[in-house]
């Protein structure tokens, strides 16, 4: 049976795949955001904030999770390109060993040491009873996440980005019906919050792990699952970009979050105003984002693999179309953060002037750029999915490690709140231009060497 990968053509195969990865992200953030909503209306701000505090644990969890899965699925392409399905197999069997050596220990740390871990999350008063509950239920949650981020990212390589949606979406379902009733009919409280959080969690992890036995193009085999130190460091080698990437941005929100904390609260508007809307428009601008990685977590495995095979034309094809969704997409929200700002805020917070003012003000502020954000993110996908993690982390670390972290200290210090917010345009424009000048240069390379012909 051959694979799609390598002979369907290269438009229908991107749509094939990025539309349902996509949505299997915005999915996540979506529901996330009603999630908060939910525990918000029915519990009140100390709710609020036990949840917050077990929000960095999940991310740390997510971070790891996606090391092992986009490093193992960009090494399985490769190697199902070149035809080397005994190398596939080998990288799938030392992911899950991984995946389960990871998962078991993080839960298992977590649950030891549960006070410590929420103080240094920031937990204390009246709110640390509230946040060991809730971080409890997250901890025991954590495998099925791990299980079920690290599956659909191989679920991917092996052609099924359709299997990822429906088991992500199976899982919201889920704990978007559990968590109300849980909250407002049985009355649970916080522990109806973790239930329904769990609960969807184990949904999705469970459907990815069941689909193991249905892998098309590779397999358990005897003896394969296993930790080996030459598929471990394949896949950490080509997983880091994702493990830092994921890293960088739960940095920049806290850095952004103590900005709005510290400079709102010496503007007109307040440190309250400004860390509101700066909250509600990065739980908007993660919808925005999970677009982007749609797209370049679509075309991993279809680079990968044709890279593998050095079939150069499809991934150049592959490459100028990632470029140009990209470039639309970007375009797109760029309009809809500069047309539609205070629209976008009021629903979240409605009837407050000062707060549609300042929305107004920072959406089109750190937003002014946002028309070339798609092209990094596309370029540093596909040196990830070419076995180039060097030249994708220089891409993908840019713009919050070098630029946007940097700039807010020292442009905040000098021009206060707006400094603070001109430093994300200012970042989105300088990582665009080292996005340019990594991938032309390896264009070149490819021009050179005859990949590209003429």
């Not at 871990?117 to 937990?123: K, Q």
């Not at 750190?366 to 990830?384: E, L, R």
């Amino acid at each position: 049976m051959g694979n799609p990968l390598g002979t369907e053509r290269i438009g229908r195969l991107l749509v094939r795949f990025a539309v349902p990865t996509s949505l299997t992200l915005m999915v996540s953030f979506v529901y996330n955001i009603i999630a908060q909503v939910f525990v918000g209306q029915g519990l009140g701000l100390e709710a609020v904030a036990a949840t917050n505090v077990a929000f960095p644990a999940t991310t740390i969890a997510g971070a790891i999770a996606l090391m092992i899965g986009d490093g193992c699925a960009a090494n399985i392409s490769l190697a199902l390109g070149r035809k080397d399905r005994e190398a596939a197999d080998r990288m799938l069997g030392c992911a899950l060993a991984m995946l389960a050596v990871f998962a078991v220990s993080f839960c298992t740390l977590g649950f030891a040491f549960l006070e410590p871990l929420v103080r240094v999350l920031g937990a204390s008063g009246e709110v640390l009873s509230a946040s060991m509950l809730f971080t409890g239920f997250t901890l025991a949650g954590i495998p099925f996440l791990m299980c079920n981020m690290v599956l659909c990212a191989i679920i991917r390589a092996d052609g099924n980005p359709q299997f990822t949606m429906k088991a992500t979406l199976a899982g919201a379902l889920v704990s978007t019906a559990v968590t109300p009733f849980l909250l407002f009919v049985a009355d649970w409280g916080l522990a109806g919050a973790g239930v329904g959080l769990v609960a969807g969690q184990f949904v999705s992890g469970a459907l990815c792990l069941a689909y193991i036995p249905r892998f098309r193009f590779m397999g358990i085999r005897r003896g394969t699952v296993a930790i080996r130190r030459h598929e471990a460091a394949a896949i950490v080698r080509l997983g880091l970009p994702s493990l830092f990437t994921q890293l960088a941005m739960a940095a920049t929100q806290v850095v952004m979050n103590n900005m709005m904390r510290v400079y709102g609260g010496q503007s007109y508007f307040g440190s309250e105003v400004a860390l509101s809307v700066y909250g509600t428009m990065i739980k908007v601008y993660q919808i925005a984002h999970a677009m982007f990685v749609g797209v370049g977590s679509a075309t991993q495995p279809i680079n990968g693999f044709n890279y593998g095979a050095k079939s150069y034309d499809r991934v150049w094809k592959c490459l100028k179309l990632s470029l140009t969704a990209a470039f639309v997409i970007s375009a797109a929200w760029f309009a809809i953060w500069q047309l539609l700002p205070a629209q976008i805020a009021n629903l979240f917070v409605a009837g407050d002037p000062l707060y549609t003012e300042f929305s107004t003000i920072c959406y089109r502020t750190y937003m002014a750029a946002f028309f070339v954000y798609g092209i990094p993110i596309a370029t540093a996908s596909f040196f990830q999915a070419l076995g180039m993690p060097l030249r994708s982390m220089v891409v993908s670390l840019s713009r919050q490690v070098v630029f946007l972290i940097p700039l807010a200290f020292l442009l905040s210090a000098k021009f206060g709140l707006m400094g603070a917010l001109i430093a994300a345009p200012v970042a989105d424009a300088l990582c665009f231009i080292v996005a340019v000048v990594v991938l032309v240069s390896e264009l070149r390379r490819w021009r050179r060497e005859g990949k590209l012909g003429a």
